[in-house]
């Protein structure tokens, strides 16, 4: 049934019930292909192919070349890599009995010695209980087993703008760490004068008093100011009339009239000029070390790392495109930020970067090939079809990964305690591999037929 040509408002149950099942086969079909893309992402990784083109990482490549956010890379390479190790459960996800959903949590707990259990309670339960499933028994193994590499993986301060304009910081910390920052922001808001309690002006606080230091007298932000030409010409009392977007910070957040004039009321002030064009205007002079306020001209004209496709923001380098030792100047026009990683391309890996008249910097790889800015997506016409024949040899049905839940609750205790006897019992034949040492399977068997014995 083609639903794009069907009368959405007028649909028969029969209707309804074909295009749930081809909704439903479709993607299985999806994670079937998932599957190949995961495995050539693992070679791909292998290979080092992401180095030619500059990038840091796998994951660094796939953000630029799927267009996908940094999370979904990093994971897309952790289960490739983890699928390596676990043969059966690639290939349920090969042949499309679990959804990639199912998969991508069983990675993260699942050993060569449970992973056919955790196959079958996977096929027996919905995706969510599945990641409660794998919640809880990853919550077990670390409580036992605790290793160094737990508190890399876990503990993260992650930043997120949000649509409203807001900005989201998330922490995830230990329990005794969450508490000690939880009763200093309590103990700041209830010494704080003020008629609210609030943790967040708590916080506020607490990092303006880690950017003043040891001088109180410190202002406590610095504001990066930028001035249109024009407007030095305009009258300066004229300052009620435009409610709008007045000035915006070195990340490009745009912030009103009125919360400039707030903020500058304590603040350290650098003005900028730029022309009518957005270009900021040469403030340097011939020399080798690039002056501070044509460093912040930089930082505010690139904002990242002009690279192709990086977009760090912090340790930023000012790389001069005709180096100064041939006769480049240290200004705008002969200026680029890269970061620290990217500027050793420049200098040490034979890439070069020219600046055209516009400001706009152009890459080049050792062989002289340009590096594309933005990588052009191919066109595929009717990819469902493509997926579909290559997944014809798997016999891929709309039941082909249905679960097998009976409707009753799990028993959780039962499962999580399930996958701990399998670990066990696959953790005791490592040691008693690494005991037996290159001694034969059966010479192994003998000696442990002795120790019954005796």
């Not at 028994?137 to 993986?153: I, N």
């Not at 007045?246 to 004039?261: E, H, M, N, R």
Request: hydrophobic content about 40%; aromatic content about 6%.
């Amino acid at each position: 049934m083609d639903a794009a040509r069907t009368d959405e408002t007028h649909l028969s149950h029969e209707q309804l019930d074909l295009l749930a099942d081809q909704i439903a086969e479709q993607a299985i079909h999806l994670d079937a292909a998932t599957h190949r893309l995961l495995t050539n992402i693992r070679i791909f990784d292998q290979a080092r192919g992401w180095a030619r083109w500059g990038r840091r990482s796998c994951a660094d490549w796939l953000t630029v070349r799927l267009e996908c956010d940094p999370g979904t890379a990093r994971e897309h390479v952790r289960v490739a890599h983890a699928l390596a190790g676990l043969p059966k459960i690639d290939d349920t996800l090969r042949r499309g009995r679990l959804s990639y959903a199912k998969v991508r949590a069983m990675t993260r707990i699942a050993t060569p010695a449970n992973e056919e259990l955790l196959i079958e309670d996977a096929l027996h339960c919905t995706s969510p209980q599945l990641e409660r499933i794998v919640r809880k028994y990853a919550a077990v193994k670390r409580g036992v087993v605790p290793t160094p590499g737990d508190d890399r993986e876990r503990r993260r301060i992650t930043r997120r703008d949000l649509d409203d304009g807001m900005v989201s910081i998330n922490a995830r910390l230990h329990p005794d760490e969450a508490e000690l920052v939880w009763a200093a922001l309590t103990n700041i808001a209830r010494d704080r004068e003020a008629a609210e309690f609030s943790r967040v002006d708590a916080l506020i606080e607490m990092a303006q008093e880690v950017a003043r230091g040891t001088s109180p007298e410190r202002a406590p932000t610095e504001i990066v100011v930028t001035v249109p030409v024009e407007a030095l010409a305009m009258d300066s009392a004229d300052d009620g009339a435009d409610d709008g977007a007045a000035g915006t910070t070195t990340d490009g957040s745009c912030l009103s009239k009125q919360s400039v004039f707030r903020l500058a009321c304590d603040a350290g002030l650098v003005a900028m000029l730029e022309d009518a064009a957005g270009n900021c205007l040469s403030v340097g002079r011939k020399t080798r070390t690039i002056p501070a306020a044509m460093k912040r001209a930089l930082i505010k004209r690139d904002q990242t790392c002009r690279f192709p496709g990086c977009c760090n923001r912090v340790f930023l380098d000012g790389h001069h495109a005709r180096h100064w030792m041939h006769g480049g100047e240290t200004c705008l026009e002969n200026l680029v930020s890269l970061c620290e990683f990217h500027h050793r391309f420049v200098h040490e890996y034979g890439f070069r970067v020219e600046i055209d008249e516009r400001q706009q910097p152009h890459f080049f790889d050792a062989k002289g090939r340009a590096v594309p800015e933005v990588i052009p997506r191919s066109e595929v016409v009717d990819a469902c079809a493509v997926i579909e024949r290559a997944n014809a040899p798997l016999a891929i049905t709309p039941m082909t990964a249905y679960p097998r839940w009976d409707g009753r609750p799990l028993n959780y205790v039962w499962i999580i305690d399930d996958l701990w006897r399998a670990d066990r019992r696959g953790d005791d034949d490592l040691r008693r591999a690494d005991l037996c040492g290159d001694v034969s399977v059966e010479t192994c068997g003998e000696r442990d037929e002795a120790s019954t014995a005796r």
